[in-house]
């Protein structure tokens, strides 16, 4: 079962890395070759990546925290998350607000900007949700049965983990 829990765990922040790092940041660099993309799209780019890389630490953290019988909700690491929840708060909301300007009040945005943009703004609300409140991703039989079961969301892990 640990043995189980540490590939799951490797897993989880392996894939966040090279989605914070490669995948997002190079899909972002083809688009941009075809289509004129601005700072709005970049900075809801920036902002996404930014979020994938604090949970790379989270799952990272929870993995040594398992590996070394150690507590994972220290001080520390605690002041950090929570940190890290009312940041991007803050950030996410604002990169709401800057889509409704660029979409509605600021012309001349082109609408692969608005569309890039908007996509990744809304991957930037749902990775700050799954992170921070509700778990969004089900992809094993143990999490499936949770959600037919007691049709509702999960608290999202990092919560349950430091009490954020």
């Known amino acids: 079962m640990r043995e189980h829990l540490d590939r799951r765990l490797r897993y989880l922040w392996t894939f966040e890395l090279f989605n914070g790092l490669v995948w997002f940041p190079l899909l972002y660099y083809f688009v941009s070759r075809l289509f004129r993309l601005g700072w709005f799209s970049l900075v809801a780019l920036v902002l996404v990546c ?5 949970g790379t630490a989270f799952w990272y953290l929870k993995g040594q ?3 070394r019988s150690t507590p994972l909700a220290r001080p520390a690491v605690r002041r950090f998350f929570s940190a890290t929840k009312i940041g991007f708060g803050i950030l996410v909301a604002l ?6 300007v660029r ?3 600021q012309s001349g945005a082109s609408g692969a900007e608005l569309l890039v943009g908007g996509a990744l703004s809304l991957m930037a ?7 921070y409140f509700y778990q969004l991703m089900y992809d094993n039989r143990a999490d499936l ?18 009490g954020i």
């Open 95 to 100: 990169q709401l607000a800057l889509f409704a």
């Open 125 to 131: 609300v749902l990775e700050y949700v799954n992170y």
């Open 103 to 105: 979409a509605f009040v």
């Open 65 to 67: 925290s398992l590996r």
């Open 50 to 54: 930014a979020i994938l890389l604090v």
């Open 145 to 162: 049965e949770y959600l037919f079961t007691h049709r509702r969301l999960k608290r999202a892990v990092m919560v349950r983990d430091l």
